[in-house]
C-alpha cells in the first residue's frame, strides 16, 4: 500500500507543479504582451508569445509526462504488467502525434 500511496504522491506533485508552471508561462506572455508595444500584436514570433506558447506545450505534454512516469515507476518496481500497459498508451499517444502531423 505504501508504494501505491507514494505513486500518487510523486504523479499529483507532477501535475500540480507542472499546472502551475505552465499556468505562470502562459500569464508571463501574456503579461509581457500587454505591456509591450503595439508592434507587439501585429508581430506574433515576439518572445511574449513564445513564452504562452511553451506554457501551452506544457500543458498538452503533461498527460503525457504522466504516462511515462508512471511506465517508468512501473519498470522500476518491476510490475511488467502495468508497465506494458503504460508502455501501449504511449505508444498510442505517440502514433496520434505521428499520424496527426501535415504531410510536409
Known sequence: MNRVRRL??????????????ASAAIGLGFLLALVGSDSAARNPATAAHRIATIGIVLFILLPMLRVLVMFLVFLRERDFRFACVAASV?????L??????PAT
Open 8 to 21: 500518487e504522491e510523486l504523479l499529483a506533485g507532477l501535475l500540480r507543479y507542472g499546472s502551475w508552471s
Open 96 to 101: 496520434g502525434i505521428v499520424l496527426g502531423r
Open 90 to 94: 504511449l505508444a498510442i499517444i505517440l
